[in-house]
């Protein structure tokens, strides 16, 4: 019987650090692709029935964001962003991206902040994970298909302003 409690005592500890390394991984570096990295590959649907592909994004400057319609500072930040596709939408591609949420729940959300902003609904995180783990990057390319500027609220604790995001767009 005590080795048993030893055994059980082992794997809790095991467990533990297993747990613990792989949160301290991503604590590390949780963005996948950073300035200077290639745009994955990957495809969306967009509600108007789009498709789009990294392909079509290399010879254009994008601002591809990505969003829960639970968290606060997409909230905040996706009518910001909704200016600028206004503002720049001849000089930018504009794509925004849901993680794991519903295409009834985009809608709504969309139709609720009166967003014109082009949207891709995706039932699961599959093309997240593809750009990060954690938070919620806005990624900027330039007209090559490479990285030009992440912005993520979960790294910086600080959310990038429309002039911060607007620049970037510009000199890209």
Not at 82 to 105: G, M, P
Request: with cysteine; charged share 20%.
């Amino acid at each position: 019987m005590r080795r048993f409690y030893k055994f059980k005592h082992f794997l809790s500890f095991l467990g533990i650090i297993l747990v613990s390394s792989c949160y301290f991984k991503y604590r590390e570096n949780p963005i996948k692709i950073g300035p200077g990295a290639r745009l994955p590959e990957f495809n969306v649907t967009l509600t108007d029935g789009t498709t789009i592909s990294n392909s079509d994004l290399c010879d254009k400057t994008a601002l591809i964001v990505f969003f829960n319609t639970n968290c606060k500072d997409c909230q905040t930040e996706l009518p910001v962003i909704n200016e600028l596709y206004q503002k720049h939408n001849d000089k930018c591609v504009f794509l925004a991206i849901s993680r794991a949420e519903t295409k009834e729940s985009v809608s709504d959300f969309w139709k609720k902040y009166n967003l014109q902003l082009p949207v891709s609904p995706q039932n699961d995180s599959r093309i997240y994970k593809l750009f990060v783990e954690l938070g919620i990057p806005h990624i900027i390319i330039s007209k090559n298909g490479i990285v030009q500027t992440v912005f993520n609220s979960y790294l910086n604790s600080v959310q990038p302003t429309s002039v911060d995001m607007e620049d970037a767009i510009l000199h890209n």
